[in-house]
């Protein structure tokens, strides 16, 4: 948690070094869920196995969920320069 002396330096409880983190997390769930997309049939009354696929499966929600990870690791990360000073 932020003291009242960092975050009156900057006016954001995260530092701004950990916006890029959280951006570069997101980016990495976007990529998740782009995996999972597809695999369905165009034909609603043809089964398609596509869906069962290792890219959708269990790729895909492994991705997603390291990219949440991260987010909270970008969240929580006190940026070197305020390891310093604390």
């Keep these: 948690m932020a003291t ?3 975050t009156a330096l ?3 409880a995260i530092p701004k070094e950990n916006y890029l983190y959280l951006a570069i ?3 990495i769930i976007v ?3 782009i995996l999972m997309a597809g695999g369905g ?3 609603p009354n043809v089964f ?3 869906i069962f696929s290792f890219r959708r ?3 895909a929600p492994i991705i997603v969920l390291f990219g949440f990870i991260f987010e909270i690791w970008a969240i929580m990360r006190k940026p ?3 390891q310093q000073e604390g």
């Design 4 to 6: 009242k002396q960092e």
């Design 10 to 12: 900057n006016g954001f």
């Design 25 to 27: 997390g997101f980016l």
């Design 31 to 33: 990529v998740g869920f």
């Design 41 to 43: 049939s165009d034909d």
């Design 48 to 50: 398609s196995e596509e």
């Design 57 to 59: 499966i269990t790729l």
């Design 80 to 82: 070197k320069s305020m």
